[in-house]
């Protein structure tokens, strides 16, 4: 079977120096973000052989990328100049409890100087490319 070929890309980049919970948790926010975007990047709901049902997916990979704090807001201006879908997760987050509080700590820091430890991004792969340019893979 041929890899499905997409002229999109969804992408999570995030800061390298965090814990490994801090990455997965992140990770789940801000893909959750990219999907409340996009209803139509969600596929179809799955069936096992037996006719169990579960939820519907992306239709295509998340990559996740790493890089330092620099890259992160490099990366996150990038992103807006060239119109991107963004989600940011900024420490702050760290120490909230629900959305309301998360959207308040955001809404409390100017652009410039969000404490931003993960990023995620949508749209055509040449622009996701370019906005994240000098991040490496996960490993």
Known sequence: MTAARF???????LRNDLESWQRLN?????SSAIAGADPALIGEPYADADGIE???MFRQPV??????????????GRALSR???????TEELFGTGND??????VAAVPTEKLNLVGIALHG??????????????HP
């Open 83 to 89: 119109g991107l879908k963004l989600a940011v997760f």
């Open 100 to 105: 309301t509080d998360n959207r308040a700590a």
């Open 124 to 137: 055509p792969k040449n622009a996701v490319d370019k906005a994240l340019k000098g991040a490496s893979l």
């Open 54 to 56: 579960y939820l519907a």
């Open 7 to 13: 002229d999109t890309k969804i992408a999570v980049l």
């Open 26 to 30: 992140i990770t789940a926010f801000l």
């Open 63 to 76: 990559l996740v990328f790493t890089g330092d704090a620099e890259l992160l807001t490099t990366a996150h």
